[in-house]
């Protein structure tokens, strides 16, 4: 069974960094893709990062571009998303997800995604 757990959420003021992490457990880490989505009150889920091991490629949605970085580390199937300069409009639920997917160059589309953790709360105060 997989089964996917967040972390590193909280509160933060604007221009601050928070680091979530996403804890894989039940999938074979080479071979899937890994993907971090947010949602806001009153808004749809959207595609912030992802990531496939298996091809190597990375994908960031350009409101994060330059701010966001995904990364993983093998040893601990942990995959993080490291968020420098905050935004208020960065306030939202993020969740990972997971699925067997060799490329995610073009985007990050959550009905590829099969796996999902509960999700983690980001709040950035201005």
């Known amino acids: 069974e997989v089964q996917l757990v967040e972390s590193g959420g909280g509160l933060v003021q604007a221009g601050g960094s928070l680091r979530l992490s996403c804890a894989a457990s039940?999938?074979?880490?080479?071979?899937?893709?890994i993907g971090w989505f947010r949602q806001a009150p009153g808004k749809e889920r959207e595609g912030v990062s992802c990531f496939s091991r298996a091809s190597g490629t990375t994908y960031y949605a350009d409101s994060v571009k330059g701010r966001f970085t995904i990364s993983t580390d093998s040893a601990k199937n942990t995959v993080y998303l490291q968020m420098n300069s905050l935004k208020p409009e960065d306030t939202s639920v993020y969740y990972c997800a997971a699925e067997g997917l060799y490329s995610v160059v073009g985007g990050c589309f959550e009905h590829e995604y099969r796996y999902w953790g509960q999700g983690t709360q980001v709040t950035v105060s201005s």
């Open positions: 039940g999938i074979t880490h080479a071979d899937y893709a």
